[in-house]
């Protein structure tokens, strides 16, 4: 019967479609056997088969946020016409669903970046072997690979997600340009991912293989290395061929100019960046304590100052919640922002104490003084690696960070000019 038949190709598109679309991003399968060998492998330390098992698990992680797909509502075929109004509310809901599960997406890959920075730091670690640091380096290998596989499959799932909100019913709402700008930028880091693990991919191989000539690799580790290494070979030109059928097929012309300049600024960006554990970089733990110390005293007319903007946020946010409330009881909302006791953490930097002052400042910025990140309104997270750069600047010119600050934007007509340079520069990690 035809109701039958209808039934039939419903569960189709349902239940046997999604499963489809998610086995094809399942990760690399061989990865999954040799990491989960190595962690049964007794010829292996306790703590690098711990180590194994962990990547195991963030692996498992991420493949769970990539399988989940955004219940997304239908979209009318190309060519359709729909109401503005009927365009708003899809493009509302399409949004919201697509932004919780990239954020989820993004989250775990990010985990999976963060582990190769404390798989690669063992090796510095006093008392270790040079077995152990053999070992440490496979798994870094694994990490590495593990990562650039799932970082190019968020990619390609990125990348259909843009084909969704790339329709001309959705070109007069202006919430749609910031949507396309943040799958462009969420596209570019899953790319920027696989480029910086692919050059970290590289380093590592080359230690190891001076490891192994040295006959400090074990004959399981060589096992491991050959067979995946070996494996993604010649799976690499096939998948960037894929997606640029892709991207010529699936998006608008406008769409792909847009697509290149930004692949052309990320390129530019990629330069010295790694997920490796280097001693030497900038935001290693000792500069971290150094800048601390310098900003305690050297720096302590800095940090005071920051101290001051926190007090006096303390000062006046209860003045202000009274004068708001007092407003209210009269019938009338206030025309002034009622500020907030100022919030105190540790910054994201981990190079200073973030401090929520909102209110003090003109605008939405941050502004660092001494061991303090000053928050008027901009949110924790935002530029708090940079403002890490301003906190080594303090560090080391003491008394004369704020002259030359002000100096800097006094030559600049306002802007930042090199004060701002510097600390892009000495960005904290």
């Known amino acids: ?5 209808l039934m039939s190709w419903k569960l189709i598109l349902v239940i046997l479609l999604p499963i489809a679309v998610s086995c094809q991003d399942n990760g690399d399968p061989l990865l999954k056997k040799e990491l989960k060998r190595l962690s049964q492998d007794s010829s292996l330390s306790v703590e690098a088969r711990a180590r194994a098992l962990g990547i195991l698990n963030l692996h498992a992680n991420v493949l769970a946020s990539l399988r989940e797909n955004p219940r997304l509502r239908a979209l009318p075929g190309e060519g359709s016409r ?25 989250k775990s890959i990010r985990s999976l970046a963060d582990n190769v ?41 990125i990348l259909m997600l843009m084909t969704k909100f790339d329709k001309p019913y959705f070109d007069e709402i202006p919430e749609n340009t910031a949507m396309k700008q943040r799958l462009l930028a969420d596209y570019t880091a899953a790319l920027a991912i696989t480029a910086v693990s692919a050059n970290d991919l590289r380093q590592t191989l080359s230690q190891l293989n001076e490891m192994r000539a040295a006959g400090l690799v074990g004959e399981s580790l060589e096992k491991s290395i050959n067979k995946v290494v070996g494996e993604y070979g010649g799976t690499e030109k096939a998948k960037r061929a894929e997606v640029s059928q892709f991207l010529d097929e699936s998006l608008t012309g406008k769409a792909q100019d847009s697509m290149s300049k930004a692949m052309s600024d ?29 900003n305690l005293s050297w720096g302590l007319v800095n940090t005071l100052v920051g101290l001051g903007f926190v007090i006096t946020a303390a000062i006046i946010a209860p003045i202000t919640m009274v004068a708001g409330a007092t407003v209210r009881a009269f019938g009338h909302e206030p025309m002034f922002y009622e500020m907030r006791m100022p919030k105190l953490a540790i910054a994201d930097s981990n190079m200073q104490i973030y401090a929520d002052v909102c209110g003090l400042g003109i605008v939405p910025g941050k502004m660092s003084a001494g061991l303090f990140e000053l928050d008027f309104c901009a949110g924790q997270s ?28 006094i030559l600049n007509m306002g802007h930042g000019g090199f004060i701002e340079d510097w600390a892009d520069a000495w960005t904290v990690a």
């Open 382 to 409: 935002f530029a708090s690696g940079h403002e890490g750069g301003h906190a080594k600047q303090s560090a080391i010119l003491g008394p004369l960070y704020f002259p030359a600050a002000i100096l800097s934007y």
């Open 1 to 5: 019967m035809l109701w039958q038949r």
């Open 117 to 157: 920075k404390i798989v690669s730091k063992v090796k510095f670690a006093r008392g270790m072997s040079q077995a152990q640091i053999a070992e440490h380096e496979t798994l870094v290998v694994m990490n590495l690979l593990v990562l650039r596989d799932l970082s190019q499959v968020a990619a390609r799932r």
């Open 82 to 106: 729909i109401s503005l109004a009927k365009a708003k509310s899809l493009h509302a809901t399409n949004e919201a669903e697509t932004v919780r599960v990239l954020e989820a997406q993004d």
């Open 266 to 294: 990320y390129h530019k960006a990629l330069q010295g960046k790694s997920f490796l554990f280097d001693p030497a970089q900038a935001d290693h733990p000792l500069i971290h304590i150094l800048v601390i110390v310098s």
